[in-house]
């Protein structure tokens, strides 16, 4: 139904493409600000959940340590297919 949203994603070479389909730092981020608030049941003032969300972030910031596998490869891939957007 929506594969034609995902045949440009074939035009890239293979290092580029694991790039982008195993850079989903965001998609971990939200899971696990999900998993934190629903734990808790309520807050009683705004500064308390940004408190809570500080926290979260550093505490997965601390598991942020693997980076993606080849990634000077693809980023030689990038810098071929997008020159004119990544400086040399």
């Known amino acids: 139904m929506h594969w ?31 998993k934190v608030m629903k734990t808790k049941g309520c807050f009683p003032t705004e500064a308390s959940i940004m408190k809570i969300f500080y926290l979260a972030l550093a505490n997965i910031a601390k598991k942020w340590t693997m980076p993606i596998r080849r990634w000077n490869s693809a980023m030689n891939q990038f810098a071929i297919k997008f020159a004119d957007r990544i400086p040399v």
């Open 4 to 34: 034609q949203n995902v045949i440009p994603f074939f035009d890239y070479p293979e290092d580029i493409r694991k790039a982008i389909y195993t850079a989903n730092a965001i998609e971990s981020l939200n899971r696990y600000q999900r």
